[in-house]
């Protein structure tokens, strides 16, 4: 069995219950996690072998998080045990129109005063296949960048292969260097790189050619030229895969992804993802699905499409690793659940009554029935009075219509062939490719 190592804060994140707002709540739902640390947890449920390097204070606290680690089969014996904080960060989960925030509370974390000498990474490589970084631990602190270049020396002379997540985060950047003039010394040694356009931009200059952020949709092959890019910089790198993600509002993402050996672009299915439950680690449960994948032998399309559907399977499960078994993403690859129609497949959707209350742009992201008309009987679907849908200048969507597909079988006779389908409606779009890690 492959074994992996993976090496990388992972922090308390504390949540209002029930998509409160930090300013409504009263208590937190505790979770533990960070970038690396679910990546090994991902593995770990795939059956891989899994080493995972941190540091932790020597406490209560820093107790509970091993213990959360290790009931996945994570093996934790070659954590640091130094310092007396384990870092912090507060999530306000977003929801439709919303957005999600996130307030860090890491300074001098444990893992921030790590220092070369302080892991033994001739011990933690010795029989192991595979190393797992990303770019959050350099920006953490000096330390912990030194440490991983340490690390990453090391683990390209004992003959392992090496991945990064380049995961560009602006808030933590912030001991001294350049995050291009740290990330250069340190990527040169990496064998696959995955990550956005924005990482790559943000980090090394490197823009998508010809693409439209505003356009709405997630176009996969127009990010070819950044793998591209990213392979003539660094000669080592094999394969480049790049994360896409159509952002329509904070509970409904479009969801795709790439994978460049240098040749091809295999392109990953684009999944409508309409109800998401919790987007954080979407990005570490595609980086986990890639890493299984390719030590699995899998060819490189069936790797982006597990990649793809694992992180897609991520957004329906509330806290930031992915726990399911590999059969769950392996069964929805091969049945095709659920992927995004392509244009040409999709049914004609419906005009939407009224304006926004700014006056700019449509006002649902739900279907309405603005097509059919005021509504002029009252259903069993929602049992509202007739026009009761109908105030003011804008529209209120039928509650019994709430999902794309919704059948009309409970409406009334004289109405069922025209609600036997409603289309979503169009609504204006901003759209940004990533992950949720």
Not at 145 to 158: C, D, F, G, R, S
Request: aromatic content about 8%.
């Amino acid at each position: 069995m492959p074994t992996v190592v993976t090496f990388g804060e992972i922090m308390l994140r504390l949540t209002p219950p029930g998509f409160q707002r930090f300013v409504q709540a009263r208590s937190f739902d505790v979770i533990y996690g960070g970038g690396e640390a679910n990546v090994a947890v991902s593995l770990a449920n795939y059956g891989l072998d899994v080493r995972f390097v941190t540091g932790l204070p020597s406490h209560e606290i820093g107790d509970a998080c091993e213990n959360f680690l290790r009931q996945y089969g994570v093996d934790t014996s070659y954590i640091v045990r130094k310092g007396s904080r384990l870092g912090i960060y507060y999530l306000e989960m977003g929801a439709v129109q919303r957005g999600s925030k996130v307030i860090y509370d890491r300074a001098g974390s444990a893992l921030s005063e790590l220092q070369p000498g302080d892991v033994d990474w001739q011990a933690v490589f010795e029989g192991a296949d595979w190393f797992h970084w990303t770019g959050i631990t350099p920006a953490i602190s000096q330390g912990a960048a030194e440490t991983l270049q340490e690390a990453v020396e090391t683990a390209e002379e004992m003959g392992l292969t090496i991945s990064c997540d380049l995961n560009y985060r602006s808030k933590l950047w912030k001991w001294g260097k350049e995050p291009g003039e740290v990330m250069e010394g340190l990527v040169r040694h990496v064998d696959y790189a995955i990550g956005n356009e924005e990482d790559a931009e943000k980090v090394f200059g490197i823009v998508a050619e010809g693409v439209d952020v505003e356009a709405g949709e997630v176009d996969a092959a127009a990010y070819q030229s950044v793998c591209e890019q990213l392979m003539g910089r660094f000669e080592k790198l094999k394969k480049v895969a790049i994360t896409l993600r159509g952002s329509i509002s904070a509970s409904h993402n479009e969801w795709s992804g790439v994978l460049f050996d240098g040749e091809k672009l295999y392109e990953g299915p684009q999944y409508d993802i309409t109800h998401i439950v919790d987007r954080v680690g979407g990005g570490d449960s595609f980086c986990g699905g890639l890493i299984y994948s390719l030590l699995s032998g899998k060819s490189d399309q069936e790797a982006i499409d597990f990649a793809v559907t694992a992180s897609c399977l991520k957004h329906s499960i509330y806290g930031e690793a992915g726990k399911r078994p590999r059969n769950r993403a392996r069964a929805t690859v091969n049945s095709g659940l659920s992927p995004r129609p392509s244009p040409s497949q999709r049914p004609p959707s419906l005009k939407l009554w009224g304006t926004s209350s700014s006056g700019k742009g449509r006002r649902a992201v739900m279907p309405a029935r603005g097509a059919l008309g005021p509504c002029l009987v009252s259903c069993s679907g929602c049992r509202q009075p007739r026009n009761a849908r109908r105030s003011g200048a804008s529209v209120l969507p039928c509650r019994s219509m709430a999902s794309p597909g919704y059948s009309a079988d409970r409406a009334s006779a004289g109405r069922q062939a025209a609600l036997s389908y409603v289309g979503r409606a169009p609504v204006a779009r901003r759209r940004r490719a990533g992950h949720g890690g």
